[in-house]
């Protein structure tokens, strides 16, 4: 399997996923440590990948979002951006609506 396609079937298969330098519990940049920090204080369920544990998939991701920078959020199949877009979403209300109708 290709790892754009490994990449597109985990966008399938997880309503939320953050693709993120470390782990949501130990992120390894302070861009990922933010992104994660919202994430967890929504209470949504979401799944993510350490791109530093898996460097084809850091390597494809930015050729399938059109995103150059991690982390990166997506809902549904969608980037939604990185840590600073994530964070003023979250501040303006937008956010938590977009994660609830993907869990649900």
Do not use: N, W
């Not at 898996?54 to 399938?64: D, H, R, S, Y």
């Amino acid at each position: 399997m290709k790892t754009t396609d490994k990449i597109r079937k985990q966008l399938k298969d997880h309503p939320v996923i953050l693709y993120m330098k470390g782990t949501p519990e130990e992120p390894r940049c302070g861009f990922s440590a933010k992104a994660a920090a919202v994430m967890k204080s929504t209470g949504v369920e979401f799944a993510y990948v350490d791109v530093l544990a898996a460097p084809l998939i850091m390597q494809a991701l930015p050729e399938v979002s059109d995103f150059p920078t991690f982390p990166q959020l997506f809902i549904q199949g969608e980037i939604i951006g990185g840590s600073d877009i994530v964070e003023a979403m979250h501040a303006s209300g937008e956010l938590l609506p977009m994660l609830k109708a993907a869990a649900a």
